[in-house]
């Protein structure tokens, strides 16, 4: 009897989350969660955490575990902002297909958080990807997304060990990885539980793509900034060499 009943329950369940998928995600990105959900790679989602320009964000539950859901929106996003970002022939395969171009984004930015993570980068562990949705391990606990450094009340007092896992990662990044963020900021960066991470990878390119210099030089002089503002002596040839020379 007791069996039966779970498995009442788990039906119900499941109906539930069907709905909510329905009402909530347009058909294809329904079919893409229904698809990770039957990996065993996520059981539910809870609730939205963030809205960006191109995608929005979930937190949701694998198992014990809380997961980063994030969806890029399908009928909304600018493929043309991201043209910079993209080698000419392999923008002229997707091009002309809206969704073809969103799906390639997509793949683009697990395998760039996959990559990064497997040469000990400092990033949310990718989980899995099918399309349009990315999901990851969240940076937080108890089901909350924890802020970037921007809005984190935390970051000044740790501006020091910040910089340092900065530069740590910086080097891991650009020596190990052989990649470069592409649009590091404050706005792009989590310091939870006194360890730094870099997010929002979609863009990342590798160091030998003809725009990788001057993308880099963008991040460091953003970064620098931003860390002056906090009250760190530095500079941006000074953050170069302590990326360069870390050991």
Known sequence: MQELIEQYQKQEKNKTRRKIFKEVFDDRTEKNLRTIERRGNLD????????????????????NQYVAVKIYRIETTNFHNRRDYID?????????????????????????????????????????????????????ETGNHYPTLKYSKDTKKNINEIYKQYIRNMHKLIYKAKMVHADLSEYNMIFFKNKLYFIDMGQS????????????ERDIKIITKFFKANG??????????????YK
Request: hydrophobic share 35%; proline share 4%; glycine share 8%.
């Open 44 to 63: 539910y989602i809870i609730g939205p955490i963030a809205k960006g320009k191109e995608a929005n964000l979930f937190v949701g539950k694998k198992g």
């Open 88 to 140: 000419d022939d392999v923008l002229g395969k997707i091009a002309k297909n809206p969704i073809k171009r969103i799906y390639a984004w997509c793949e683009r930015e697990y395998f760039n958080l996959k990559y990064s993570y497997d040469n000990k980068v400092s990033v949310p562990k990718p989980i899995d990807q099918e399309n349009n949705v990315i999901i990851m391990k969240l940076i937080g």
């Open 205 to 216: 390119v590798g160091i030998k793509y003809q725009k990788a210099k001057e993308f880099l």
């Open 232 to 245: 760190l002596k530095t500079n941006e040839q000074k953050t170069k060499e302590d990326i360069k020379t």
